[in-house]
């Protein structure tokens, strides 16, 4: 079945760093890869998807990429900030599985 | 819109007993799924439901069931409850349809302690 493995499972930055965090997956059937953020006490909101017909997209500070030819997607955030503090995740649609997720602390 | 609904929001079963959680979804949303969130385990994908079949369905064992209503709202049952069943569990829903391409939006969780 789809696994998804989720690197770093913690990464520590000052405000105003850039923050990258890798996912890969295993099926290639995989079309569809949200990323979620999930502060504490708080359900997971979807901060960016990609589609698998797109490489990269770009919202404000938060960018995805997408190489499907190595099956693996990144989340960058450019100039964090104290309130991207929280927990990320990546998923792989497919089979809905989700990576062990990364806590990011951005420290002002 | 309305977004996701779970209730109870908060649990204490015993060992041994049974629980039913629910999930009322965003209006319109046909697809279901369900997740165990632990701090270790991270997000568990327990099953999903969508136009009230189980289309997918995550490596729990059989104690973990659920079903989806002709409106949409779901019931996830675990029964003979065991101490590693305390967690958080989310559903959440999408509008569905095929290759799970549709985002997801989650509901508060129900939060299940076991003693």
């Known amino acids: 079945g789809e696994n998804v493995e989720q690197h770093p499972s913690t990464l520590s930055v000052q405000e105003g760093d850039s923050a990258v965090i890798k996912c890969t997956y295993s099926d290639s059937a995989s079309n569809y890869f949200p990323w979620y953020k999930q502060e504490l006490g708080k359900r997971p909101q979807l901060i960016i998807d990609?589609?698998?017909?797109?490489g990269e997209k770009k919202d404000q500070r938060i960018a995805v990429t997408l190489n499907k030819t190595a099956k693996h997607f990144s989340l960058h955030i450019t100039e964090t900030q104290p309130e991207d503090s929280a927990v990320y995740f990546c998923a792989a649609s497919l089979v809905k599985r989700f990576g062990a997720g990364t806590r990011l602390t951005v420290k002002p | 819109k309305a977004g996701v609904t779970q209730t109870p929001r908060y649990l204490i079963k015993t060992r041994g007993q049974q629980v039913t959680l629910s999930c009322s979804p965003i209006s319109g949303h046909r697809s279901v799924s369900w997740y165990q969130q632990t701090p270790g385990q991270g997000l568990q994908f327990l099953f999903e439901?969508?136009?009230?079949?189980?289309?997918n369905k995550g490596n729990f064992p059989g104690r973990f069931s659920g079903r989806q209503f002709s409106n949409s709202r779901s019931e996830m049952n675990v029964s003979t409850l065991e101490l590693g069943d305390s967690a958080l569990y989310l559903c959440?829903?999408?509008?569905?349809?095929?290759?799970?391409?549709?985002?997801?939006?989650f509901g508060p969780g129900t939060r299940l302690t076991v003693t």
């Open positions: 990609i589609r698998s017909n797109v």
């Open positions: 439901y969508f136009s009230e079949t189980q289309r």
């Open positions: 959440a829903s999408s509008l569905g349809g095929g290759g799970g391409t549709y985002e997801q939006y």
